[in-house]
């Protein structure tokens, strides 16, 4: 069928009209419309939905349009339009008395008028689909999911939105138009259970929301992720020190080091950060040469020796100076049958949510 079924409209006022409810075969075919009678006309807003424009002037026949929908050769759906009837404009009256020139009446305030739109999309950005929120969550047995749409707009009712479950396990305990309640399952072995709970807006898939689940109660470690940053910290400076031949240093001078870290964190498969230890650390001394007058850069880091650097900005601190490890998986397979399913395992595994 075609949404809306039946319109009236003034001269000069336009509608849009879109499939809806269609069967499921013809949801694969081509569609159609055609004017089948009256006047008007109509253009493509996209591949299935059109806008009709009412004439200029009253049809002098026939005040009425309809425009069919076929998928196919199928007939579809059917529109019928009425045309507003037009007050009669009433001829002036000759008289031989000039009647006083009326006072001009104050221009009317205008009036926002909001035209029937498409609930499916944002009136203000055309083609801007509504928004639901979260779209990506974890959650464990027996803790719902409530999943709503972020605003509803004027003229759209709750009849208009649908959820359905698209994978994975659980159910829907409320698919209440504006928002859903998604109940997850007790068991979650080898994260089949995750769920993609879908919002359906007359018929067209609009947005989705991710679920982990998490059904493993252990705080032992499921994931690790490396940072990749070789930040600086200055916790650890030492007192001043010199380090040629005992010397002294020049009054006021102080020889200090530092650290270049980069941290390991683990997480548990509630995604809670139960570790924290630096994967990557070398140090950099800062040393005065009596016979050179000049400070000295000294780095030392794993297979780098100890070199020279007259300038602090010499130093290979780039993110080629270390090979970087890649974030891991650490479940067992106990783990895994069990239901460690973190939300965290999403960024390193891609199809993660299906596995």
């Known amino acids: 069928m075609i949404y809306p079924s039946s319109v009236e409209l003034d001269l000069r006022e336009s509608v849009k009209l879109m499939p809806y409810e269609l069967p499921p075969w013809a949801e694969a075919l081509e569609k159609t419309w055609t004017l089948s009678s009256g006047v008007g006309s109509f253009y493509d807003l996209t591949a299935d939905m059109i806008r009709y424009t009412a004439p200029d002037k009253m049809p002098e026949l026939y005040p009425t349009a309809v425009i069919h929908l076929f998928a196919g050769s199928e007939l579809v759906g059917e529109c019928n339009i009425r045309f507003k009837a037009l007050e009669p404009e009433v001829e002036p009256v000759a008289s031989e008395i000039l009647p006083k020139e009326p006072e001009p009446e104050p221009e009317p305030e205008e009036e926002e008028i909001m035209e029937d739109h498409w609930c499916c999309d944002d009136p203000d950005e055309f083609l801007t689909p509504v928004k639901i929120e979260p779209t990506s969550i974890r959650t464990s047995p027996g803790q719902p999911v409530i999943i709503g749409i972020k605003k509803v707009y004027p003229g759209c009712d709750e009849a208009c939105y649908q959820w359905r479950i698209a994978h994975g396990g659980g159910f ?7 928002q859903a309640i998604y109940m997850p399952p007790d068991l979650n072995k080898m994260c089949e259970a995750n769920a993609t709970v879908e919002m359906v807006c007359q018929g067209y898939l609009v947005q989705q929301c991710h679920i982990t689940i998490n059904t493993w109660g252990e705080a032992e470690p499921a994931y690790i992720k490396y940072d990749r940053d070789a930040h600086f910290t ?3 400076w030492d007192p001043p020190m010199y380090r040629w031949q005992g010397r002294a240093l020049p009054p006021g001078v102080t020889a200090p080091q530092f650290w270049i870290v980069d941290w390991k964190r683990t997480y548990d498969c509630a995604d809670n950060e139960i570790k924290k230890e630096p994967y990557i650390m070398f140090k950099v001394v800062i040393t005065w040469l009596p016979r050179e ?4 850069f000294l780095t030392w880091a794993g297979h780098i020796p100890y070199e020279e650097y007259h300038s602090f900005t010499d130093i290979p601190l780039d993110p080629l100076f270390w090979m970087y490890k890649e974030d891991e998986d650490v479940r067992t ?4 049958e069990s239901g460690c399913c973190p939300k965290g395992l999403i960024e390193i595994l891609p199809d993660y949510m299906y596995l």
């Not at 397979?333 to 895994?336: G, T």
């Open 333 to 336: 397979k106990v783990m895994k």
């Open 172 to 178: 829907l305990a409320c698919d209440c138009g504006m």
């Open 293 to 296: 007058d000049r400070w000295c």
């Open 234 to 236: 200055f916790e650890f």
